[in-house]
């Protein structure tokens, strides 16, 4: 099995094995975040069958690298549902066949088996109606294994063959090579974040800035190209940088995070990187021929030729000659020679000290001109992507935060969804409510686990019982034992005198009597109905055990009904921002009710309700443009939706 398989690498891989099943199985390819699922990776729309990749997890141990994703198998579903059950099973003999290729494919192509290895077994879960295009198909969560040490050493080739020759000190001339990077990147509102991966042919030891060339699909229009500032850090093979778009002269956008990227394709320009040598002192000593000199000294003999002795250490008459000639080999040596001149023949040992010629590696400092590479620090202006954190709306942080905890959760989101999610955050703040509301639940994701999800916390804070159901219009009972817990109890969490609920309501049933929010304890009430019998009314109680209040007769009971206490002697219900209470609103509270609120559902007594519901809020006593900033905000979050009233 192949070795060092880079995360790039798997995904060219992935691709191709749906090309080549094209015409019988999978005809598109897609990778991302689960929010782009419906296009591809050309950021077309995709022809279905199409297989779509999620990175979730990389676990790196000594010899391995293991890393979870989860691949989506998934076709389009007719609008009568009438082939539900066949996408079920094409995908499933898909998901199948996509890991026999890994486990048994050694003949096939591409031949993922030398690749990768997985451990079996490995889980799926079927789904139907997921994203915009309403699909089903098989979730695969696998578990792929690729085989590389932890030190990542063949990723780097250096060549050393030792020089030989003295005039070392000249090489360390920088050689330019190429840096081969694989790109990955993908795109924030506001911001583009490049990741590379790759191998450099050396080592680097400065930073070395990268000139990319962008080609960006944005929803207001426009292509851009030569994006700078982006940076190898130094000694480093990956890494990631991000620069801030309205810092790099796109015109079209307007500093906010409300745009859409729909594509992005990034190319490096090929970057020159010097190599450092490697100082090999212990090569560079190698002159050892200089102690050719000794071989003179045997015919040394005839003192009358001391003026060509002159070269050796034989003691010619003229003793002040000789130390001249050899300086740095032998000064101290000479001396001790001059009693015996048949000792020349020792002075043949001198050449053991030519050992200290290894003082003549300091040359090899020389190799600092690699120093030169420094001009590369002038790419410091990368400090610049950081205004993008300071120009995101309040709320924002907020609102990925609970998009993230809905998709963790299981629930499916799209960019319509997670973008009218932002803004309704972002609005929340900006119109003064966020304080107001103590939670909120938005019943996104089309699932259970995901509607439980507060706002405000990112946490699951509804116990669903019964009879629900659940999908990306809302969250609906049956109307004769569904409903869910909320956590949240008004004797702790509440303020006397000071409190209110609202329920979106989008659909309803004929012959409905029960209550949308309620709970009774010890006689004190929060409580919302909203009727759909002979008598189309909404009312019920705030805080109280006295008369409930009652509105004028509506149409139908759809709307956003916001039911609050005003003050100690007056309790309200509106429909759509509108009052329309009509008696029963001149109550004086009496206490806060000591348990939990009920959706669908009046705690303990039941009274269900068969509405769905696609907003749920809880706080204090709002102010009338308080309730028309919400009206507001949240019926165009739902329109934007598709499942307003």
């Given at each position: 099995?192949?070795?060092?398989?880079?995360?790039?690498?798997?995904?060219?891989?992935?691709?191709?094995?749906?090309?080549?099943q094209e015409g019988i199985g999978l005809n598109s390819f897609g990778h991302g975040n689960l929010v782009m699922f419906g296009q591809t990776d050309s950021g077309?729309?995709?022809?279905?069958?199409?297989?779509?990749?999620?990175?979730?997890?990389?676990?790196?141990?000594?010899?391995?690298?293991?890393?979870?994703?989860?691949?989506?198998?998934?076709?389009?579903?007719?609008?009568?549902?009438?082939?539900?059950?066949?996408?079920?099973?094409?995908?499933?003999?898909?998901?199948?066949?996509?890991?026999?290729?890994?486990?048994?494919?050694?003949?096939?192509?591409?031949?993922?088996?030398?690749?990768?290895?997985?451990?079996?077994?490995?889980?799926?879960?079927?789904?139907?109606?997921?994203?915009?295009?309403?699909?089903?198909?098989?979730?695969?969560?696998?578990?792929?294994?690729?085989?590389?040490?932890?030190?990542?050493?063949?990723?780097?080739?250096?060549?050393?063959?030792?020089?030989?020759?003295?005039?070392?000190?000249?090489?360390?001339?920088?050689?330019?090579?190429?840096?081969?990077?694989?790109?990955?990147?993908?795109?924030?509102?506001?911001?583009?974040?490049?990741?590379?991966?790759?191998?450099?042919?050396?080592?680097?030891?400065?930073?070395?800035?990268?000139?990319?060339?962008?080609?960006?699909?944005?929803?207001?229009?426009?292509?851009?190209?030569?994006?700078?500032?982006?940076?190898?850090?130094?000694?480093?093979?990956?890494?990631?940088?991000?620069?801030?778009?309205?810092?790099?002269?796109?015109?079209?956008?307007?500093?906010?995070?409300?745009?859409?990227?729909?594509?992005?394709?990034?190319?490096?320009?090929?970057?020159?990187?010097?190599?450092?040598?490697?100082?090999?002192?212990?090569?560079?000593?190698?002159?050892?021929?200089?102690?050719?000199?000794?071989?003179?000294?045997?015919?040394?003999?005839?003192?009358?030729?001391?003026?060509?002795?002159?070269?050796?250490?034989?003691?010619?008459?003229?003793?002040?000659?000789?130390?001249?000639?050899?300086?740095?080999?032998?000064?101290?040596?000479?001396?001790?020679?001059?009693?015996?001149?048949?000792?020349?023949?020792?002075?043949?040992?001198?050449?053991?000290?030519?050992?200290?010629?290894?003082?003549?590696?300091?040359?090899?400092?020389?190799?600092?001109?690699?120093?030169?590479?420094?001009?590369?620090?002038?790419?410091?202006?990368?400090?610049?992507?950081?205004?993008?954190?300071?120009?995101?709306?309040?709320?924002?942080?907020?609102?990925?935060?609970?998009?993230?905890?809905?998709?963790?959760?299981?629930?499916?989101?799209?960019?319509?969804?997670?973008?009218?999610?932002?803004?309704?955050?972002?609005?929340?703040?900006?119109?003064?409510?966020?304080?107001?509301?103590?939670?909120?639940?938005?019943?996104?994701?089309?699932?259970?686990?995901?509607?439980?999800?507060?706002?405000?916390?990112?946490?699951?804070?509804?116990?669903?019982?019964?009879?629900?159901?659940?999908?990306?219009?809302?969250?609906?009972?049956?109307?004769?034992?569904?409903?869910?817990?909320?956590?949240?109890?008004?004797?702790?969490?509440?303020?006397?005198?000071?409190?209110?609920?609202?329920?979106?309501?989008?659909?309803?049933?004929?012959?409905?009597?029960?209550?949308?929010?309620?709970?009774?304890?010890?006689?004190?009430?929060?409580?919302?109905?909203?009727?759909?019998?002979?008598?189309?009314?909404?009312?019920?109680?705030?805080?109280?055990?006295?008369?409930?209040?009652?509105?004028?007769?509506?149409?139908?009971?759809?709307?956003?009904f916001i039911q609050q206490r005003n003050n100690a002697t007056d309790q309200r219900v509106y429909k759509n921002a509108v009052d329309i209470t009509n008696g029963?609103?001149?109550?004086?509270?009496?206490?806060?009710?000591?348990?939990?609120?009920?959706?669908?559902?009046?705690?303990?007594?039941?009274?269900?309700?068969?509405?769905?519901?696609?907003?749920?809020?809880?706080?204090?006593?709002?102010?009338?443009?308080?309730?028309?900033?919400?009206?507001?905000?949240?019926?165009?979050?739902?329109?934007?939706?598709?499942?307003?009233?």
């Amino acid at each position: 099995m192949l070795q060092y398989i880079s995360y790039h690498r798997i995904i060219d891989l992935f691709e191709q094995y749906q090309k080549s099943q094209e015409g019988i199985g999978l005809n598109s390819f897609g990778h991302g975040n689960l929010v782009m699922f419906g296009q591809t990776d050309s950021g077309m729309t995709p022809t279905y069958p199409m297989m779509f990749v999620t990175p979730q997890a990389v676990e790196y141990l000594e010899n391995t690298t293991n890393w979870t994703i989860q691949i989506l198998f998934a076709d389009r579903i007719n609008d009568d549902m009438s082939n539900e059950i066949d996408v079920i099973s094409d995908m499933s003999i898909q998901s199948k066949r996509f890991v026999s290729y890994i486990k048994r494919g050694f003949d096939q192509t591409p031949p993922l088996y030398n690749y990768m290895d997985c451990n079996l077994p490995v889980t799926s879960i079927p789904f139907l109606e997921r994203f915009n295009d309403y699909v089903g198909g098989i979730a695969l969560t696998v578990v792929l294994q690729v085989f590389e040490d932890i030190n990542a050493c063949d990723y780097y080739d250096f060549d050393v063959s030792p020089t030989q020759t003295p005039s070392s000190t000249p090489t360390p001339t920088p050689t330019p090579t190429n840096a081969v990077l694989n790109i990955v990147s993908y795109v924030d509102p506001g911001s583009i974040d490049v990741r590379f991966e790759g191998h450099l042919n050396h080592t680097i030891n400065d930073n070395i800035n990268l000139t990319i060339e962008q080609i960006l699909d944005i929803t207001t229009g426009g292509t851009y190209t030569a994006l700078t500032g982006l940076t190898i850090p130094s000694g480093s093979i990956s890494g990631s940088s991000s620069v801030y778009l309205a810092d790099a002269n796109f015109d079209a956008l307007s500093r906010t995070s409300t745009f859409g990227i729909t594509g992005a394709t990034i190319d490096v320009t090929p970057t020159t990187v010097f190599a450092t040598p490697t100082p090999t002192p212990g090569f560079t000593p190698t002159p050892t021929s200089t102690p050719t000199q000794t071989a003179t000294s045997t015919p040394t003999p005839t003192p009358t030729n001391t003026p060509t002795q002159t070269q050796t250490p034989t003691p010619s008459t003229s003793m002040g000659a000789t130390p001249t000639q050899t300086p740095s080999n032998t000064p101290t040596e000479t001396p001790t020679a001059t009693p015996t001149n048949t000792a020349t023949p020792t002075t043949t040992q001198t050449p053991t000290n030519t050992s200290t010629p290894t003082n003549t590696s300091t040359p090899t400092n020389t190799s600092t001109p690699t120093t030169t590479a420094t001009p590369t620090n002038t790419s410091t202006p990368t400090n610049t992507p950081t205004p993008s954190s300071t120009t995101l709306p309040s709320g924002t942080t907020e609102a990925n935060n609970y998009l993230n905890a809905v998709v963790s959760a299981g629930g499916t989101l799209s960019e319509t969804i997670s973008a009218a999610t932002i803004t309704l955050f972002t609005t929340l703040v900006s119109n003064n409510l966020w304080d107001k509301l103590t939670q909120f639940y938005p019943l996104l994701g089309g699932i259970g686990a995901s509607t439980a999800i507060e706002g405000k916390s990112a946490t699951s804070k509804i116990t669903w019982n019964g009879g629900m159901t659940f999908s990306s219009l809302g969250a609906k009972s049956n109307g004769t034992n569904a409903y869910g817990e909320i956590d949240y109890n008004d004797n702790t969490l509440g303020t006397t005198n000071s409190y209110h609920h609202s329920f979106y309501s989008n659909q309803a049933t004929a012959a409905d009597a029960g209550y949308s929010l309620g709970v009774s304890q010890g006689g004190h009430q929060n409580a919302l109905y909203i009727f759909d019998n002979t008598s189309s009314l909404a009312g019920g109680r705030i805080q109280t055990s006295g008369t409930s209040m009652f509105s004028t007769a509506l149409a139908n009971s759809l709307g956003y009904f916001i039911q609050q206490r005003n003050n100690a002697t007056d309790q309200r219900v509106y429909k759509n921002a509108v009052d329309i209470t009509n008696g029963g609103n001149a109550v004086a509270s009496s206490g806060r009710p000591n348990a939990n609120l009920w959706v669908f559902a009046r705690n303990p007594l039941g009274n269900y309700t068969n509405k769905r519901c696609a907003f749920i809020t809880i706080g204090s006593t709002l102010s009338a443009g308080d309730r028309t900033n919400l009206q507001n905000a949240v019926h165009t979050f739902n329109t934007t939706l598709g499942r307003n009233y």
